[in-house]
């Protein structure tokens, strides 16, 4: 799911709305950040997304 992916056409999908990148480009970014991207299937449907980027501690007295 997060790979770029050609859409179907508008009587496959029901839309010509879309080019199918969100979320490569969504687990691009957390992994150029050292984070991940975790997708799974929800029990009433539909797709549950999150993303978990590490934390940074910035020295007191650095601002940020």
């Given at each position: 799911?997060?790979?770029?992916?050609r859409?179907?056409?508008?009587d496959?999908?029901?839309?010509?709305?879309?080019?199918?990148?969100?979320?490569?480009?969504?687990?691009?970014?957390?992994?150029?950040?050292?984070?991940?991207?975790?997708?799974?299937a929800?029990?009433?449907?539909g797709?549950?997304v999150?993303?978990?980027?590490?934390?940074?501690?910035?020295?007191?007295?650095?601002?940020?």
């Open positions: 799911l997060a790979q770029p992916f859409r179907l056409g508008g496959r999908t029901g839309s010509e709305n879309g080019v199918g990148l969100g979320l490569s480009i969504v687990a691009a970014i957390a992994e150029a950040h050292g984070g991940r991207l975790a997708m799974s929800r029990p009433e449907g797709l549950r999150s993303i978990a980027l590490p934390t940074v501690r910035v020295p007191a007295g650095v601002k940020a």
